[in-house]
């Protein structure tokens, strides 16, 4: 028996009619009619949340200076790319979603690493099947063009405010005159020593292992090289970065043993960042704008819906977490069958999304110990013969990646995920920085049939992606929530979890960020037991049937904002070094 579906009552058909009519409202509403409630005048001031203080510290100097948040954002993450490595940086990409309050547009810019021309759908294939991840992880086939220079470039030529050398001044002084290398960047190295290459490549071997011993917590770091880079770039534009010496540093990175990438100076050169659709929708009297494919931001709508749609039970212990936890089962099991590049398959987004499907979608029933395939979106109006059948999923994720969430002194918000994929990505170094593995998040292993697989590797493609920056509106318009997380794989259920705890839990922000994490994608939960009510959530769900596997702690780095009628109402994730900062009155 099906005990989490077994007590769920017939309000299930009003709850889904009330959410339809709900949906139709918000979605008819035309976004020009929208703004009539909003006061000109931003009354909370700016804020910063990101995942070290030396980094929000310069999105702070940012907006003291006059900047915007794309000011602030950029500034920021140069920084993080310096005193984060293992996280983000020049190497690799990030998708920024922007929220400009004077015309009430959002915006998304996917600045996701690109596969080489050169790329093959096996390239991770051996004679014995798939490479493993750490095979994979440090290959240069791993390494995919950077979009992060070309991200920042077009923000700010889209939406910044101060001059673009300014924002490079931050991360130039530290990188110059050294920074303090913090304990978590020091906790990484002795382990990286032992199961990845960063000790042993060229650059990286010396810059984190000076003397042969790796960096300890609290001493000063100078990084001349990243300063040499920064320079170039803040002085000549993206062109420093994608053409030159830079890029023939990057190439030459790629190309070295093991796996040789194929990367070229034709790959740099023609990278583009693509704008793309925000997608929005309802939840309650709520809207959340997140980021398209190839992004997994859609997981941030299905879930919060799917949760309401499995009616809850007010007899059932724990039943808010076991009506969560069945949501990113099925949001989790569509997301993997049919994300991917979306320039280059169909994804049936618009079924997805839709009420009627998501109604349908939560009355599938699966035991709580069972896999979860994809929901039948060919049922659907809409869906042709052009809606691809895809072979299950085959992608797997490891941990490496950043988050930041600001708001500026006009109201304005961007919140932006950044990575390298792995911790220290490739563990590849080029002129101060280490290049990504992006393409180790595509489907390394080919089907043995011949079917191919939604997120399969192909020539100039981006691999899925689970980085959801999203933002929540209220009914009037007004900005509520600016939330999203590092985390692979589990994004999805932390950013959720950030979402409905804050919107349906009634948490404040940093409560919903300290909140055991929930993940539930597959046949397996995992509960985060060394947090509040972790083991109680834990011995909940095997109660009901669930299999869980117990986790002390739980890699998200979620940093949001909330916007209450009081004011701003930050949160860092304890879990990483990050800090929020809130300015009350420009300076400027
Ligand atoms: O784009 C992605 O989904 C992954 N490369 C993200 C990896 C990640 O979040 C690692 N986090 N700690």
């Known amino acids: 028996m099906n005990r989490a579906f077994f007590h769920r009552s017939s309000t299930v058909a009003l709850l889904a009619a009330a959410l339809a009519s709900a949906w139709l409202l918000a979605a008819c509403r035309p976004a020009e009619t929208l703004n009539l409630n909003q006061p000109d005048v931003w009354p909370h001031g700016a804020m910063v949340s990101a995942a070290n203080p030396l980094a929000v510290a310069a999105g702070i100097e940012m907006l003291e200076q006059g900047g915007n948040a794309i000011d602030a954002a950029i500034a920021t993450h140069l920084v993080l790319g310096l005193v984060e490595p293992q996280s983000s940086g020049l190497g690799g990409g990030g998708f920024l979603l922007h929220y400009d309050r004077s015309t009430q547009a959002t915006l998304f810019l996917d600045g996701r690493e690109t596969a080489p021309a050169g790329a093959t759908v096996d390239m991770f294939m051996t004679d014995k099947g ?42 130039l002084a530290l990188a110059r005159d050294g920074f303090v290398v913090s304990p978590r960047l020091a906790g990484y190295l002795p382990m990286m020593a032992q199961r990845s290459r960063l000790a042993k490549n060229e650059g990286s071997q010396d810059y984190f292992y000076p003397d042969g011993k790796p960096l300890v917590s609290g001493e000063l770091l100078k990084n001349p090289e990243y300063a040499e880079t920064l320079n170039a770039i803040a002085t000549l534009g993206p062109s420093a970065f994608y053409t030159g010496e830079i890029a023939e540093a990057i190439v030459q990175a790629a190309a070295r043993p093991p796996h040789p990438g194929t990367l070229t100076l034709s790959d740099l050169a023609d990278y583009q960042v693509k704008s793309r659709p925000v997608i929005c929708g309802p939840f ?20 919060p819906n799917l949760y ?27 997301r993997d069958h049919f994300f991917g590049d979306p320039d280059e398959i169909s994804i049936p987004l618009d079924i997805l999304l839709s009420p009627e499907y998501l109604q349908v979608r939560a009355k ?31 992608t797997d994720e490891m941990a490496g990646t950043t988050h930041l969430s600001i708001i500026d002194f006009d109201g304005n918000a961007v919140a932006l995920t950044a990575t390298v994929e792995g911790p220290f990505g490739s563990q590849r170094w080029a002129k101060g920085f280490v290049l990504n593995n992006e393409m180790t998040d ?12 939604a997120n399969a590797v192909a020539p100039n493609r981006r691999p899925r ?45 940093q409560m919903a960020v300290d909140h055991p994490n929930i993940i539930a994608r597959g046949d397996t939960i995992r509960v985060e037991i060394g947090r509040g009510e972790g083991q109680a ?41 990050g800090v929020v900062q809130h300015l009350t009155n420009p300076s400027h």
């Not at 220079?149 to 101060?162: K, P």
């Not at 009616?311 to 099925?330: G, K, M, T, Y």
């Not at 669930?546 to 879990?575: F, K, W």
Request: charged share 20%.
């Open 364 to 394: 599938d029933r699966f035991a709580p110990d069972e896999p979860v395939s994809h929901g039948d979106v060919w049922q659907f109006k809409g869906a042709s013969a052009e809606t691809p059948r895809w072979a299950p999923d085959t």
């Open 284 to 303: 309650r009297t709520y809207r959340i704008c997140t980021t398209s494919p190839p992004s997994s931001g859609a997981a941030q709508i299905m879930i």
């Open 465 to 509: 992606s689970s980085m959801s920056p999203t933002l929540v509106f209220d009914e009037t318009d007004a900005l509520v929530l600016v939330t999203g997380s590092p985390g692979g794989n589990s994004i999805p259920a932390y950013v959720a979890k950030n979402i409905i705890a804050v919107l349906d839990w009634g948490l404040t922000p």
């Open 537 to 577: 959530i834990a011995e909940a769900l095997e109660a009901y049937g669930y299999s869980v596997r117990r986790r002390e702690g739980e890699n998200s780095g979620l940093h949001s904002i909330q916007v209450t009628p009081t004011g701003l109402q930050g949160a860092a994730d304890p879990r990483r070094e």
């Open 442 to 453: 595509f489907a390394k292993t080919v089907p043995e049939d011949g079917s191919a697989v």
């Open 130 to 171: 798939a490479m493993g991840y750490i095979e994979a992880w440090v290959s240069g086939k791993a390494v995919g063009t950077p979009g992060m220079v070309a991200l920042y470039h077009q923000a700010h030529q889209q939406a910044g405010r101060l001059p673009w050398s300014t924002l490079f001044e931050p991360a």
């Open 308 to 334: 309401d749609q499995l009616a809850p039970n007010s007899v059932q212990p724990f039943d808010h977490i076991i009506r969560f936890v069945d949501a990113q089962r099925l949001a989790y099991a569509d």
